[in-house]
């Protein structure tokens, strides 16, 4: 490559560790969060529809920026624009993905506490009447220490790994795991449809109910896309700046959507008949993952096996996810500033660490801490993946579209794509049908 980067050394490897950044806590534990709280079947339908209609045409942008560029966020816009402010875009994004990092790791240490938990037979999640009607999630995340420990281990954890780089291990890692929690999804799905009760509510996840979209509704379908396909934090233009250029960035944009839709749609399959089988309400929040899927390992046989493997996955899951957050802060100031790794991937990890503390807190039973009238880490994930993510990936666009232009973009997307038929498609969809319908969508969700 041009300025003598390391590349992929398989597309395989691009697709798998670019699907691996994708596929985490977004499609296991919070899109069944989003489809509960916004109608199931009234969900489905805006998610399916903008997942195509935005969501590839975002992720083929962000590729054909981080390949023509080969750099990160911040130099890639500097490299490509004419005005150097455009790399305050790049530096947005950077915040975005350190904000979504605070609370992941949140929710990723609670999935390191059921690892744990499972292992060592905490009765809250084995004993088999221990709490009838009672939240396990209470027993597990009692206090506001609990909470913050797990998630100070995680980010540990996640520090760790970005400090000694991206190497082969956790990528190695990933090839065999992956395909593990796919697995293990359909068995669970198995297991949960025999669940009494539970067939009434795969139905209401997978009917369209066209009639009960609502604004929110959408607004909430595309901040799960752009959360989940990781659209607008810089992780697409940083990894696809490691392709070489005789990649099909096309056809690697659609598997990766494809690849990330289809878990998170498997989880839904999981997670949402279970709740109509327990009877536990639609309004869970962020705990709902954790209180479902403890009752139903407890159904099982293997209770303490299953329950460890599902959430050692999970995290698993997780930390390649954090790994991409945090390597977006690192490689920034590595690049920009040229402050050594441990430095950089240390200082990410305490900002987020610290901001993740609110959000740890605010998930113990009891907490009264909230911002804009819900719990605290709802609010941050409404303003990082509602607000931030939509807004940061609406400026990428429009300099794909129209400051660097669509039509070197289309330029950089054709080389080494087998076909590209969509190709005039997309350059009128990067111009004026993403910009105007993220606008529409965040202003419908401002207005209701
Ligand atoms: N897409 C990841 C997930 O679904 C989260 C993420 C968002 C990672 C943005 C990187 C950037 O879990």
């Not at 752009?226 to 099909?248: E, Q, V």
């Not at 008949?273 to 139903?296: I, N, Y």
């Not at 740890?360 to 990082?384: C, E, K, M, N």
Request: hydrophobic share 55%.
């Amino acid at each position: 490559m041009t300025n003598g980067r390391d590349t992929w050394r398989s597309n395989l490897g691009f697709i798998l560790a670019t699907s691996g950044a994708a596929i985490g806590l977004g499609n296991v534990w919070r899109f069944p969060t989003m489809a509960t709280l916004n109608g199931g079947g009234a969900f489905l339908v805006p998610y399916v529809a903008l997942l195509f209609l935005v969501g590839v045409p975002a992720v083929l942008g962000e590729f054909a920026l981080g390949r023509a560029a080969s750099r990160g966020p911040v130099g890639a816009f500097r490299a490509l624009a004419a005005n150097p402010r455009w790399g305050w875009v790049g530096g947005l994004a950077v915040l975005t993905s350190t904000v979504i990092l605070s609370y992941y790791s949140v929710v990723a240490g609670w999935c390191v506490a059921y690892v744990v938990g499972y292992l060592s037979g905490w009765p809250a999640l084995v004993a088999q009447d221990a709490l009838v009607g009672a939240s396990t999630f209470a027993q597990v995340i009692s206090t506001p220490r609990a909470s913050i420990g797990w998630h100070g281990l995680f980010m540990a954890l996640t520090a760790g790994v970005v400090i000694k780089g991206v190497s082969g291990g956790i990528e190695r890692v990933n090839r065999v795991l992956m395909p593990l929690l796919l697995v293990l999804l359909i068995l669970l799905i198995g297991q949960v449809l025999s669940l009494e009760g539970s067939w009434e509510g795969l139905v209401w996840f997978l009917t369209p109910r066209w009639a009960d979209v609502t604004a929110d509704g959408v607004m909430a379908a595309l901040s799960q896309i752009f959360f989940s396909l990781s659209l607008g934090g810089g992780t697409l233009i940083t990894f696809a700046s490691y392709l070489p250029r005789r990649s099909d960035l096309p056809r690697n944009a659609v598997s990766i959507a494809a690849a990330d839709a289809t878990v998170a749609v498997l989880a839904g399959c999981m997670v949402i008949p279970a709740l109509f089988a327990f009877q536990l309400p639609m309004e869970s929040g962020p705990k709902l993952l954790f209180e479902v899927m403890t009752r139903v390992f407890k159904e099982m046989p293997a209770t303490r096996f299953v329950g460890f493997l599902f959430f050692f996955l999970l995290s698993i899951a997780a930390l390649t996810s954090a790994i991409s957050l945090l390597e977006i802060w690192a490689t920034t100031w590595i690049d920009e500033r040229r402050w050594s790794r441990p430095t950089a991937a240390l200082s990410g990890a305490a900002f987020a660490f610290a901001l993740g503390i609110p959000s740890a807190v605010s998930q113990v039973p009891g907490s009264r801490l909230t911002l804009l009238g819900t719990d605290f880490l709802s609010a941050l994930d409404f303003i990082a993946s509602d607000l931030m993510l939509p807004v940061t990936s609406l400026l990428i666009v429009v300099f794909v579209g129209w400051v660097w232009g669509s039509n070197k973009a289309r330029k950089e997307l054709t080389e080494g794509a087998r076909q590209f038929r969509t190709a005039s498609l997309w350059e009128q969809a990067v111009r004026y049908i993403l910009p105007v319908a993220i606008v529409l969508v965040m202003l419908g969700a401002l207005v209701e």
